[in-house]
């Protein structure tokens, strides 16, 4: 189970730090994800890291956000900086099966979803 918190309305330029607690050892997910969609369109990637650490982001958001793990509370982080308007979504964390089969950055490879946290970037 996921369940985020975070989420809220913040000015350009600003910052977030979304968090997503997970019911089981953090450490023993194979991938963990944050994916966003705003209506209309499908979920789109945003920043994972796997189990060795080692992480990747959408381009759109290098350098900008941080993607982080902490063992001893299970949770997975999105710290979120410099936010743009064009970031405003709903957020969702994701955990993958193992083995891992499938991209990374594809939804369809992930099979545990959180309930989404809302982000709101204003001008």
């Known amino acids: 189970q996921l369940v985020e918190s975070g989420g809220g309305l913040v000015q350009a330029g600003g910052s977030l730090r979304l968090s997503c607690q997970v019911s089981?050892?953090?450490?023993?997910?194979?991938?963990m994800a944050w994916f966003r969609q705003t209506p209309g369109r499908e979920r789109v990637f945003v920043a994972r890291i796997r189990r060795d650490s080692v992480t990747a982001y959408r381009d759109s958001v290098e350098g900008r956000f941080t993607i982080s793990r902490d063992d001893a509370k299970d949770r997975v982080y999105l710290q979120m900086n410099n936010l743009k308007p064009e970031d405003t979504a709903v957020y969702y964390c994701?955990?993958?099966?193992?083995?891992?089969?499938?991209?990374?950055?594809?939804?369809?490879?992930?099979?545990?979803w959180g309930q989404g946290t809302q982000v709101t970037v204003t001008s």
């Open positions: 994701a955990a993958g099966p193992d083995p891992f089969i499938g991209p990374t950055m594809d939804r369809r490879s992930y099979e545990t």
């Open positions: 089981v050892n953090v450490n023993s997910i194979s991938v």
